[in-house]
């Protein structure tokens, strides 16, 4: 028996069941997020594995390749590809999505907006689609959907060392690295600034992994409330709300975003709750949704 059967095994013996449906589901793998093609050299942090039955691995496995792909865009400092991975991932992602790339190009009108309102400006000889931009598009807005809710319940696995229930809620706002170029910062991280949380150093074998994936976890003390905000290099950042009681995050949603607007946050996206539809913000704010954070372009390289 090789090495790391015997490590599944083991780790399935003291994790018997699937941290990410909140169903009782048996484990019967072994679940890494974030996943490991995300990181270069598939150096993943140690610690970030996670006891998941069948139909939770495997259905997220699409998403996981396309979170992958776009955590390395780094236009800043051009971070993303030191292992020289992204090409075949992009490649892995077109087979899977045929259409993602074309819906991701910008047409020339588009690209010229958008570069005005972010203050770029095409070198000589280039056009207005050379800067780099791109759409975010519906896969990607349902892979980053899916992610957030599994690193949500992944990391609350580690720090409640509880399952998230399957009836409890949560809803995320994600940004994409065009705030870094407008703000230098995301700046919706500000939400969180006064909340206390722990901020943990990531690793393997000493080398430290922050620059690729860091988060901030906070969870109220009986457990019952978290908040997390994570960020992928120079790529995309994120923040989950969650509440382990059904009903009771959705009562607070509009308060919740209006603070979030303040910061230029968009309405949450519903990741799981028994009480409001999922995916985009219905009602009131769904407007204001089809305009915000998640639909800003992102720079490519
Ligand atoms: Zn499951």
Known sequence: MGAATRHRQAFLRNHKTCAFCGGGAPSSTIEHCPP????????????????????CNKGSSDHDLLIAMLARMDPFEDKGNRDGAAEGLMKAAHRQHPELFRNMMMRANQARRANRELGLRPGPGQTHQDTHLANVTDEMRE?????????????????????????????????????????????????????????????????????????????????????????????????????????????????????????????????????????????ENADRAAKQSCSAPWILA
């Open 143 to 283: 892979a980053v959907d899916v992610f957030a809710g599994k690193l949500a319940k992944g990391i609350y696995y580690m720090h409640a060392g509880a399952i998230f229930p399957g009836d409890g809620c949560l809803v995320m706002c994600w940004f994409t690295n065009t705030d870094l170029l407008r703000d230098g910062k995301f700046q919706l991280f500000d939400v969180m600034k006064d909340v206390a949380g722990e901020a943990p150093a990531l690793a393997r074998s000493g080398k430290f992994l922050n620059d690729q994936f860091e988060y901030k976890f906070s969870l109220s003390d009986e457990q019952h409330l978290l908040a997390l905000q994570a960020r992928f290099g120079n790529a995309f950042g994120l923040i989950v709300f969650g509440a382990t009681t059904p009903g009771w995050l959705e009562q607070h949603i509009q308060r919740m975003e209006d603070t979030m607007a303040r910061e230029d946050g968009g309405p949450f996206r519903i990741l799981q709750s028994t009480v409001l539809p999922l995916g985009q913000r219905p009602g």
């Open 36 to 55: 490991r093609a995300l990181f270069q050299h598939r150096q993943w942090p140690e610690g970030f594995e996670f006891p998941a039955c069948q139909a």
